[in-house]
Protein backbone atom coordinates (compact mmCIF):
# COMPACT_ATOMS: atom_id res chain seq x y z
CA UNK A 1 0.00 0.00 0.00
CA UNK A 2 1.28 3.55 -0.58
CA UNK A 3 1.26 5.09 2.69
CA UNK A 4 1.50 8.19 1.55
CA UNK A 5 -1.92 8.53 -0.81
CA UNK A 6 -3.38 6.63 2.33
CA UNK A 7 -2.32 9.69 5.01
CA UNK A 8 -4.04 11.91 2.30
CA UNK A 9 -7.29 10.61 2.46
CA UNK A 10 -7.89 12.46 5.68
CA UNK A 11 -5.73 15.75 6.27
CA UNK A 12 -5.45 17.42 9.94
CA UNK A 13 -7.42 20.42 9.44
CA UNK A 14 -9.11 23.01 12.37
CA UNK A 15 -11.28 25.80 11.28
CA UNK A 16 -13.72 28.32 13.63
CA UNK A 17 -17.57 28.77 13.36
CA UNK A 18 -19.42 31.67 15.27
CA UNK A 19 -20.37 29.89 18.38
CA UNK A 20 -23.94 30.90 18.09
CA UNK A 21 -24.15 28.73 14.34
CA UNK A 22 -23.21 25.44 16.82
CA UNK A 23 -24.39 26.55 20.26
CA UNK A 24 -27.43 24.06 19.56
CA UNK A 25 -25.48 21.35 18.58
CA UNK A 26 -22.54 21.69 21.16
CA UNK A 27 -24.96 21.85 23.99
CA UNK A 28 -26.74 18.50 22.87
CA UNK A 29 -23.69 16.52 22.16
CA UNK A 30 -22.56 17.66 25.52
CA UNK A 31 -25.22 16.05 27.22
CA UNK A 32 -23.19 12.68 27.03
CA UNK A 33 -20.15 14.35 27.92
CA UNK A 34 -19.81 14.41 31.93
CA UNK A 35 -16.26 16.03 31.82
CA UNK A 36 -18.02 19.34 29.31
CA UNK A 37 -18.82 22.45 31.22
CA UNK A 38 -20.94 23.81 28.15
CA UNK A 39 -23.74 25.96 29.48
CA UNK A 40 -24.79 30.02 28.21
CA UNK A 41 -21.49 30.65 27.64
CA UNK A 42 -21.10 29.26 24.37
CA UNK A 43 -22.74 32.31 22.85
CA UNK A 44 -19.24 34.22 23.60
CA UNK A 45 -16.37 33.95 21.21
CA UNK A 46 -15.44 31.17 18.92
CA UNK A 47 -15.66 27.77 18.62
CA UNK A 48 -13.04 25.56 17.23
CA UNK A 49 -13.63 22.41 15.70
CA UNK A 50 -10.31 19.84 15.51
CA UNK A 51 -10.50 17.11 13.03
CA UNK A 52 -7.11 15.87 13.26
CA UNK A 53 -5.12 12.47 12.25
CA UNK A 54 -2.70 11.05 14.33
CA UNK A 55 -0.68 7.75 13.08
CA UNK A 56 0.76 5.46 14.91
CA UNK A 57 2.77 1.92 14.91
CA UNK A 58 0.59 0.14 17.24
CA UNK A 59 3.84 -2.50 18.12
CA UNK A 60 0.82 -5.27 17.67
CA UNK A 61 1.78 -8.80 18.19
CA UNK A 62 0.34 -12.09 16.46
CA UNK A 63 -0.82 -14.79 18.93
CA UNK A 64 -2.45 -18.22 18.61
CA UNK A 65 -5.73 -19.02 18.60
CA UNK A 66 -6.10 -22.57 19.20
CA UNK A 67 -9.35 -22.99 21.49
CA UNK A 68 -12.09 -21.07 21.00
CA UNK A 69 -16.17 -21.53 20.94
CA UNK A 70 -17.17 -23.19 17.99
CA UNK A 71 -20.79 -23.80 19.08
CA UNK A 72 -22.22 -21.79 15.80
CA UNK A 73 -25.02 -22.76 13.02
CA UNK A 74 -22.32 -22.74 10.52
CA UNK A 75 -20.91 -26.35 10.52
CA UNK A 76 -17.79 -26.58 8.45
CA UNK A 77 -16.96 -30.18 6.76
CA UNK A 78 -13.97 -31.44 4.43
CA UNK A 79 -9.99 -30.83 3.82
CA UNK A 80 -7.83 -28.28 2.33
CA UNK A 81 -4.15 -28.00 2.03
CA UNK A 82 -2.84 -24.82 0.73
CA UNK A 83 0.31 -23.89 0.55
CA UNK A 84 -0.05 -20.18 1.64
CA UNK A 85 -2.94 -20.97 4.35
CA UNK A 86 -2.19 -24.38 5.83
CA UNK A 87 -4.12 -27.41 6.22
CA UNK A 88 -7.29 -27.74 7.47
CA UNK A 89 -9.80 -30.34 8.72
CA UNK A 90 -13.13 -30.33 9.15
CA UNK A 91 -16.00 -32.30 11.11
CA UNK A 92 -18.91 -31.72 13.30
CA UNK A 93 -21.23 -32.75 16.02
CA UNK A 94 -24.83 -31.64 16.17
CA UNK A 95 -27.84 -32.72 18.08
CA UNK A 96 -31.07 -32.60 16.35
CA UNK A 97 -34.78 -31.23 17.32
CA UNK A 98 -38.22 -32.25 16.61
CA UNK A 99 -39.64 -30.48 13.68
CA UNK A 100 -42.75 -32.08 12.22
CA UNK A 101 -44.58 -34.13 14.53
CA UNK A 102 -45.88 -37.78 13.37
CA UNK A 103 -49.26 -36.57 14.08
CA UNK A 104 -49.91 -35.06 10.67
CA UNK A 105 -49.46 -37.84 9.54
CA UNK A 106 -53.02 -40.14 9.42
CA UNK A 107 -53.07 -42.82 12.13
CA UNK A 108 -52.84 -45.60 9.82
CA UNK A 109 -49.49 -43.74 8.48
CA UNK A 110 -48.07 -44.21 11.73
CA UNK A 111 -47.02 -47.55 12.11
CA UNK A 112 -43.48 -49.00 11.97
CA UNK A 113 -44.45 -51.05 9.22
CA UNK A 114 -45.37 -48.55 6.67
CA UNK A 115 -41.53 -47.33 7.00
CA UNK A 116 -39.66 -47.97 3.77
CA UNK A 117 -36.57 -45.99 4.21
CA UNK A 118 -34.56 -43.53 6.07
CA UNK A 119 -32.20 -40.81 5.03
CA UNK A 120 -29.95 -37.74 6.03
CA UNK A 121 -29.47 -34.71 4.12
CA UNK A 122 -26.67 -32.17 4.21
CA UNK A 123 -27.81 -28.78 2.75
CA UNK A 124 -25.03 -26.40 1.22
CA UNK A 125 -25.82 -23.21 -0.05
CA UNK A 126 -24.25 -22.56 -3.81
CA UNK A 127 -20.94 -21.04 -3.54
CA UNK A 128 -20.56 -21.37 0.33
CA UNK A 129 -17.36 -23.59 0.05
CA UNK A 130 -13.79 -22.82 -0.43
CA UNK A 131 -11.35 -25.47 -2.82
CA UNK A 132 -12.03 -27.05 -5.88
CA UNK A 133 -15.87 -28.12 -5.99
CA UNK A 134 -14.82 -31.15 -8.34
CA UNK A 135 -13.06 -32.68 -5.96
CA UNK A 136 -14.54 -35.90 -5.38
CA UNK A 137 -15.45 -36.63 -1.06
CA UNK A 138 -16.96 -39.28 0.81
CA UNK A 139 -19.24 -38.35 3.84
CA UNK A 140 -19.68 -40.81 6.73
CA UNK A 141 -22.34 -40.18 9.40
CA UNK A 142 -22.28 -41.41 12.98
CA UNK A 143 -25.26 -41.77 15.71
CA UNK A 144 -23.42 -40.69 18.72
CA UNK A 145 -23.84 -42.74 22.10
CA UNK A 146 -23.68 -40.04 24.93
CA UNK A 147 -25.09 -36.25 25.13
CA UNK A 148 -22.64 -33.94 24.46
CA UNK A 149 -20.60 -31.89 26.50
CA UNK A 150 -21.97 -28.13 27.08
CA UNK A 151 -18.32 -26.93 27.00
CA UNK A 152 -17.50 -27.85 24.21
CA UNK A 153 -14.55 -26.64 21.79
CA UNK A 154 -13.22 -26.60 18.25
CA UNK A 155 -11.08 -29.19 20.06
CA UNK A 156 -13.51 -31.70 21.07
CA UNK A 157 -12.33 -35.23 20.15
CA UNK A 158 -15.68 -37.16 19.67
CA UNK A 159 -13.71 -40.60 20.32
CA UNK A 160 -15.93 -42.16 23.02
CA UNK A 161 -18.77 -40.37 21.80
CA UNK A 162 -19.71 -43.29 19.18
CA UNK A 163 -18.66 -46.33 18.02
CA UNK A 164 -16.34 -45.70 15.03
CA UNK A 165 -17.19 -49.49 14.30
CA UNK A 166 -20.82 -48.59 13.48
CA UNK A 167 -21.27 -46.14 10.47
CA UNK A 168 -25.00 -45.33 9.94
CA UNK A 169 -24.49 -44.38 6.27
CA UNK A 170 -22.01 -42.89 3.92
CA UNK A 171 -22.28 -40.87 0.43
CA UNK A 172 -19.13 -40.30 -2.10
CA UNK A 173 -20.21 -36.90 -3.79
CA UNK A 174 -18.73 -33.49 -5.09
CA UNK A 175 -20.18 -30.54 -4.64
CA UNK A 176 -20.62 -28.93 -8.10
CA UNK A 177 -23.90 -28.58 -9.23
CA UNK A 178 -23.71 -25.75 -12.31
CA UNK A 179 -24.49 -28.19 -14.81
CA UNK A 180 -27.61 -29.91 -14.70
CA UNK A 181 -26.74 -33.05 -16.91
CA UNK A 182 -24.96 -34.85 -13.87
CA UNK A 183 -26.47 -37.02 -11.09
CA UNK A 184 -26.45 -33.82 -8.81
CA UNK A 185 -29.15 -32.27 -10.48
CA UNK A 186 -32.04 -34.24 -9.92
CA UNK A 187 -35.71 -33.14 -8.51
CA UNK A 188 -36.47 -33.00 -4.83
CA UNK A 189 -37.30 -36.08 -3.67
CA UNK A 190 -41.03 -36.42 -3.02
CA UNK A 191 -41.41 -40.23 -2.19
CA UNK A 192 -40.08 -43.20 -0.48
CA UNK A 193 -37.75 -44.59 -3.84
CA UNK A 194 -34.47 -45.11 -3.27
CA UNK A 195 -33.10 -44.85 -6.70
CA UNK A 196 -32.91 -41.21 -6.90
CA UNK A 197 -32.78 -37.91 -4.76
CA UNK A 198 -30.01 -39.14 -3.10
CA UNK A 199 -27.85 -35.63 -3.84
CA UNK A 200 -30.29 -33.00 -4.93
CA UNK A 201 -30.45 -29.31 -5.79
CA UNK A 202 -33.31 -26.94 -5.29
CA UNK A 203 -33.35 -23.20 -4.85
CA UNK A 204 -29.83 -22.38 -5.31
CA UNK A 205 -29.32 -25.30 -2.35
CA UNK A 206 -27.34 -28.51 -2.97
CA UNK A 207 -28.95 -31.37 -0.62
CA UNK A 208 -26.31 -34.39 -0.11
CA UNK A 209 -28.51 -37.19 0.69
CA UNK A 210 -27.06 -40.47 3.11
CA UNK A 211 -28.71 -43.32 3.23
CA UNK A 212 -29.17 -44.71 6.84
CA UNK A 213 -30.69 -47.89 7.94
CA UNK A 214 -34.47 -48.56 7.33
CA UNK A 215 -33.96 -49.50 11.49
CA UNK A 216 -33.23 -45.95 12.58
CA UNK A 217 -36.52 -44.44 10.77
CA UNK A 218 -38.39 -47.69 12.33
CA UNK A 219 -37.56 -46.51 15.68
CA UNK A 220 -38.44 -43.04 15.41
CA UNK A 221 -41.97 -44.74 14.73
CA UNK A 222 -41.82 -47.01 17.20
CA UNK A 223 -40.61 -44.47 19.69
CA UNK A 224 -43.55 -42.21 19.11
CA UNK A 225 -46.38 -44.46 19.38
CA UNK A 226 -45.12 -46.65 22.87
CA UNK A 227 -43.17 -43.26 24.14
CA UNK A 228 -44.70 -40.17 22.99
CA UNK A 229 -43.04 -38.79 25.95
CA UNK A 230 -39.58 -38.47 24.57
CA UNK A 231 -40.82 -36.02 21.78
CA UNK A 232 -42.77 -33.06 23.76
CA UNK A 233 -38.59 -31.34 25.23
CA UNK A 234 -35.56 -30.71 24.10
CA UNK A 235 -34.00 -32.26 26.96
CA UNK A 236 -35.63 -35.22 26.82
CA UNK A 237 -34.94 -35.98 23.20
CA UNK A 238 -31.30 -35.60 23.40
CA UNK A 239 -31.17 -38.18 25.84
CA UNK A 240 -32.78 -41.14 23.52
CA UNK A 241 -31.61 -39.27 20.19
CA UNK A 242 -27.74 -37.95 21.39
CA UNK A 243 -27.32 -36.23 17.66
CA UNK A 244 -24.65 -37.36 14.64
CA UNK A 245 -21.00 -37.17 14.37
CA UNK A 246 -20.58 -36.49 10.66
CA UNK A 247 -16.64 -37.12 9.48
CA UNK A 248 -15.26 -36.63 5.82
CA UNK A 249 -13.41 -40.27 5.43
CA UNK A 250 -12.37 -39.42 1.74
CA UNK A 251 -11.49 -36.29 -0.45
CA UNK A 252 -8.95 -33.30 -0.02
CA UNK A 253 -9.29 -29.92 -1.94
CA UNK A 254 -12.60 -28.75 -0.44
CA UNK A 255 -14.45 -27.31 2.52
CA UNK A 256 -18.14 -26.63 2.80
CA UNK A 257 -19.90 -24.91 4.94
CA UNK A 258 -22.82 -27.03 5.50
CA UNK A 259 -25.94 -25.10 7.36
CA UNK A 260 -28.53 -27.71 8.14
CA UNK A 261 -29.16 -31.13 8.40
CA UNK A 262 -32.54 -32.75 7.66
CA UNK A 263 -33.61 -36.17 8.53
CA UNK A 264 -36.52 -38.04 6.03
CA UNK A 265 -38.43 -40.81 6.44
CA UNK A 266 -40.38 -42.40 3.62
CA UNK A 267 -43.15 -44.75 3.88
CA UNK A 268 -45.86 -46.46 1.78
CA UNK A 269 -49.40 -46.88 2.05
CA UNK A 270 -52.19 -48.30 0.31
CA UNK A 271 -54.86 -46.18 -1.82
CA UNK A 272 -57.62 -46.86 -4.62
CA UNK A 273 -57.02 -46.53 -7.59
CA UNK A 274 -60.05 -46.82 -9.73
CA UNK A 275 -60.80 -46.70 -13.26
CA UNK A 276 -63.75 -47.03 -15.73
CA UNK A 277 -63.71 -50.45 -15.61
CA UNK A 278 -61.96 -51.50 -12.39
CA UNK A 279 -60.98 -50.63 -9.18
CA UNK A 280 -57.57 -51.53 -7.54
CA UNK A 281 -55.37 -51.23 -4.65
CA UNK A 282 -51.55 -49.59 -5.20
CA UNK A 283 -49.03 -48.47 -2.91
CA UNK A 284 -48.71 -45.09 -2.42
CA UNK A 285 -45.36 -43.13 -1.31
CA UNK A 286 -45.08 -40.31 1.41
CA UNK A 287 -42.43 -38.75 3.37
CA UNK A 288 -42.05 -36.54 6.80
CA UNK A 289 -39.15 -34.81 7.97
CA UNK A 290 -39.23 -35.55 11.98
CA UNK A 291 -35.88 -34.16 12.81
CA UNK A 292 -33.41 -31.18 11.71
CA UNK A 293 -30.45 -29.09 13.43
CA UNK A 294 -31.41 -25.87 14.68
CA UNK A 295 -28.95 -22.69 16.35
CA UNK A 296 -31.90 -23.83 19.05
CA UNK A 297 -29.58 -26.99 19.59
CA UNK A 298 -26.03 -27.98 20.26
CA UNK A 299 -24.36 -28.37 17.20
CA UNK A 300 -20.04 -27.67 17.16
CA UNK A 301 -17.29 -27.75 14.41
CA UNK A 302 -14.40 -30.15 15.25
CA UNK A 303 -11.82 -28.16 13.61
CA UNK A 304 -7.92 -29.24 13.47
CA UNK A 305 -6.08 -26.27 11.64
CA UNK A 306 -2.54 -26.61 11.12
CA UNK A 307 -0.87 -23.18 10.13
CA UNK A 308 1.45 -22.85 7.04
CA UNK A 309 5.66 -22.01 7.21
CA UNK A 310 4.46 -19.46 5.43
CA UNK A 311 2.17 -17.65 7.53
CA UNK A 312 4.61 -18.71 10.26
CA UNK A 313 7.23 -16.67 8.37
CA UNK A 314 5.26 -13.93 8.02
CA UNK A 315 4.56 -13.83 12.00
CA UNK A 316 7.77 -14.38 12.83
CA UNK A 317 9.04 -11.12 10.84
CA UNK A 318 6.54 -9.65 13.59
CA UNK A 319 3.68 -8.89 10.82
CA UNK A 320 0.02 -8.72 11.89
CA UNK A 321 -1.63 -11.50 10.60
CA UNK A 322 -5.39 -13.07 11.34
CA UNK A 323 -6.60 -16.40 10.18
CA UNK A 324 -9.61 -18.91 10.61
CA UNK A 325 -11.48 -20.83 11.73
CA UNK A 326 -8.99 -20.45 14.59
CA UNK A 327 -5.41 -19.94 13.76
CA UNK A 328 -4.17 -16.18 15.12
CA UNK A 329 -5.72 -13.37 16.44
CA UNK A 330 -4.05 -9.73 16.79
CA UNK A 331 -3.01 -8.13 20.01
CA UNK A 332 -1.85 -4.28 20.75
CA UNK A 333 -1.80 -1.49 23.31
CA UNK A 334 -4.30 1.07 21.92
CA UNK A 335 -2.81 4.61 22.09
CA UNK A 336 -4.99 6.18 24.59
CA UNK A 337 -2.05 8.06 26.20
CA UNK A 338 -0.92 9.58 23.30
CA UNK A 339 -4.92 10.81 22.32
CA UNK A 340 -5.44 12.10 25.75
CA UNK A 341 -1.82 14.50 25.56
CA UNK A 342 -3.11 15.22 22.28
CA UNK A 343 -6.57 16.16 23.36
CA UNK A 344 -5.20 18.37 26.48
CA UNK A 345 -2.11 20.50 24.50
CA UNK A 346 -4.54 23.05 23.30
CA UNK A 347 -5.22 26.22 25.18
CA UNK A 348 -8.66 25.29 25.50
CA UNK A 349 -10.64 24.73 28.56
CA UNK A 350 -14.16 24.11 27.73
CA UNK A 351 -14.56 20.85 24.85
CA UNK A 352 -17.23 18.74 23.31
CA UNK A 353 -15.25 15.03 21.68
CA UNK A 354 -17.80 14.37 18.69
CA UNK A 355 -16.05 10.90 17.27
CA UNK A 356 -13.33 8.71 17.64
CA UNK A 357 -11.81 6.26 14.45
CA UNK A 358 -8.98 3.67 14.10
CA UNK A 359 -8.17 2.58 10.74
CA UNK A 360 -6.26 -0.23 10.06
CA UNK A 361 -4.85 -0.98 6.22
CA UNK A 362 -5.27 -4.44 5.30
CA UNK A 363 -4.70 -6.72 2.76
CA UNK A 364 -5.33 -10.38 0.84
CA UNK A 365 -2.51 -13.06 1.33
CA UNK A 366 -2.24 -14.38 -2.18
CA UNK A 367 -3.24 -18.11 -3.13
CA UNK A 368 -4.81 -20.22 -5.42
CA UNK A 369 -7.75 -21.48 -3.78
CA UNK A 370 -9.58 -18.10 -3.49
CA UNK A 371 -9.23 -17.80 0.64
CA UNK A 372 -9.73 -13.85 1.13
CA UNK A 373 -9.97 -11.65 4.53
CA UNK A 374 -12.31 -11.57 7.07
CA UNK A 375 -15.24 -10.32 6.45
CA UNK A 376 -16.05 -8.68 9.50
CA UNK A 377 -13.15 -7.77 12.40
CA UNK A 378 -13.93 -7.67 16.16
CA UNK A 379 -11.94 -5.11 18.59
CA UNK A 380 -11.85 -5.85 21.90
CA UNK A 381 -10.34 -5.42 25.38
CA UNK A 382 -8.39 -8.31 25.88
CA UNK A 383 -9.61 -9.08 29.44
CA UNK A 384 -13.40 -9.33 28.41
CA UNK A 385 -12.30 -11.86 25.35
CA UNK A 386 -13.11 -14.72 27.55
CA UNK A 387 -15.84 -13.45 29.09
CA UNK A 388 -17.74 -11.86 25.66
CA UNK A 389 -18.35 -15.58 23.95
CA UNK A 390 -18.96 -17.26 27.01
CA UNK A 391 -21.80 -15.55 27.87
CA UNK A 392 -23.19 -14.31 24.56
CA UNK A 393 -22.36 -10.57 24.25
CA UNK A 394 -22.75 -8.38 21.40
CA UNK A 395 -20.38 -5.49 20.74
CA UNK A 396 -21.79 -2.49 22.53
CA UNK A 397 -19.48 0.35 21.22
CA UNK A 398 -17.98 1.07 24.56
CA UNK A 399 -15.20 -2.05 25.11
CA UNK A 400 -15.90 -3.88 22.12
CA UNK A 401 -16.14 -2.38 18.28
CA UNK A 402 -16.55 -3.82 14.32
CA UNK A 403 -15.41 -2.94 11.30
CA UNK A 404 -15.67 -5.00 7.98
CA UNK A 405 -13.30 -5.23 5.40
CA UNK A 406 -13.30 -2.84 3.08
CA UNK A 407 -11.91 -4.24 -0.44
CA UNK A 408 -11.78 -0.94 -2.57
CA UNK A 409 -9.60 1.23 0.20
CA UNK A 410 -8.15 -1.98 1.58
CA UNK A 411 -8.93 -1.45 5.31
CA UNK A 412 -10.63 -1.88 8.66
CA UNK A 413 -12.21 1.38 9.98
CA UNK A 414 -13.42 0.65 13.80
CA UNK A 415 -15.49 3.59 14.48
CA UNK A 416 -17.81 5.04 17.06
CA UNK A 417 -15.29 4.81 19.77
CA UNK A 418 -16.26 8.17 21.24
CA UNK A 419 -17.76 6.11 24.84
CA UNK A 420 -14.91 4.70 25.16
CA UNK A 421 -12.59 7.51 25.39
CA UNK A 422 -14.60 9.55 27.44
CA UNK A 423 -14.67 6.96 29.68
CA UNK A 424 -10.96 7.19 29.87
CA UNK A 425 -11.16 10.70 30.40
CA UNK A 426 -13.08 10.27 33.26
CA UNK A 427 -10.42 8.05 35.05
CA UNK A 428 -7.23 9.32 36.90
CA UNK A 429 -4.29 6.84 35.73
CA UNK A 430 -4.82 4.41 33.17
CA UNK A 431 -4.16 0.50 33.28
CA UNK A 432 -3.40 -2.01 30.98
CA UNK A 433 -7.06 -3.58 31.03
CA UNK A 434 -8.08 0.01 29.52
CA UNK A 435 -5.60 -0.23 26.73
CA UNK A 436 -4.72 -3.58 25.92
CA UNK A 437 -6.91 -4.92 23.11
CA UNK A 438 -7.46 -8.08 20.81
CA UNK A 439 -8.46 -8.12 16.84
CA UNK A 440 -10.62 -11.06 16.30
CA UNK A 441 -12.49 -12.28 13.08
CA UNK A 442 -16.15 -12.80 13.90
CA UNK A 443 -19.93 -13.16 12.56
CA UNK A 444 -22.53 -10.81 12.97
CA UNK A 445 -26.39 -11.99 12.68
CA UNK A 446 -28.70 -9.23 12.82
CA UNK A 447 -32.27 -8.85 12.84
CA UNK A 448 -34.01 -5.69 11.09
CA UNK A 449 -36.12 -3.08 13.52
CA UNK A 450 -40.06 -4.21 13.76
CA UNK A 451 -41.11 -0.91 12.58
CA UNK A 452 -38.59 0.32 10.41
CA UNK A 453 -36.97 -2.39 7.85
CA UNK A 454 -33.85 -0.37 7.63
CA UNK A 455 -32.32 -0.43 11.01
CA UNK A 456 -30.56 -3.57 11.66
CA UNK A 457 -29.82 -4.88 15.63
CA UNK A 458 -27.02 -7.67 16.09
CA UNK A 459 -28.56 -9.78 17.78
CA UNK A 460 -25.72 -12.81 18.29
CA UNK A 461 -22.01 -12.24 17.68
CA UNK A 462 -19.76 -15.41 17.59
CA UNK A 463 -15.89 -16.23 16.14
CA UNK A 464 -15.72 -16.74 12.57
CA UNK A 465 -16.46 -20.10 11.26
CA UNK A 466 -17.85 -19.94 8.19
CA UNK A 467 -15.36 -20.39 5.96
CA UNK A 468 -11.25 -19.94 5.78
CA UNK A 469 -9.88 -16.64 5.92
CA UNK A 470 -6.44 -15.18 6.14
CA UNK A 471 -5.05 -11.31 5.58
CA UNK A 472 -2.04 -9.25 6.98
CA UNK A 473 -2.70 -6.08 8.70
CA UNK A 474 -0.22 -3.36 8.66
CA UNK A 475 -1.05 -2.30 12.30
CA UNK A 476 2.48 0.02 11.80
CA UNK A 477 0.45 2.23 9.70
CA UNK A 478 -2.76 2.63 11.70
CA UNK A 479 -4.62 6.21 11.94
CA UNK A 480 -7.07 7.26 14.35
CA UNK A 481 -9.17 10.43 13.47
CA UNK A 482 -10.10 12.01 16.28
CA UNK A 483 -12.75 14.87 16.13
CA UNK A 484 -13.97 17.30 18.87
CA UNK A 485 -14.80 20.74 19.50
CA UNK A 486 -13.40 23.19 21.69
CA UNK A 487 -13.32 27.69 23.44
CA UNK A 488 -11.49 29.45 25.55
CA UNK A 489 -13.61 31.29 28.20
CA UNK A 490 -12.00 33.98 29.91
Not at 3 to 26: E, G, H, Q, W, Y
Not at 279 to 295: E, G, M, Q, R
Not at 395 to 417: G, I, L, Q, W
Amino acid sequence: MNLTSFKNDIKAFRFALPATVLAFAAFSTSCEDETSKIGPSLTDGDIDISIDTLYFDLGAKTIANDNYDSKTGNLLFGNIDVPEYGKLNCSFVSRMMCATSLDMLPDSLQSPERVDSCRLFLSIARGDLVGDSLTPQKVSVYELTKQLPSNITNSFNPEGYYDPSKCLGSKSFTVSYAGRTDSLATSKPTSGTNSSGQTVVQNGVLAIGVDLPKEFGVKIFEDYKNNPQIFQWPSTFAEYYPGFFVESTFGKGCVSNIYGLDLYIYGWYNAKQTTETDTTWVHKPFYVSPLISSPEVLSSNNIKYKVSDHIKNMVTNNESVVTTPGGYNVEFRFPAEDIIRHYHKGEHNLSVISDLILTIPAETIDNDYGIGAPPTLMLIKTSELKDFFNNNKIPDNVSSFTAEFDSTNKRYRFSSMRSYLLGLLNKGELTDEDVEFTIVPISLETESGAYNSSTTYITKCTPYTIKPTMARLHTDEAMVVFTFSSQIIE
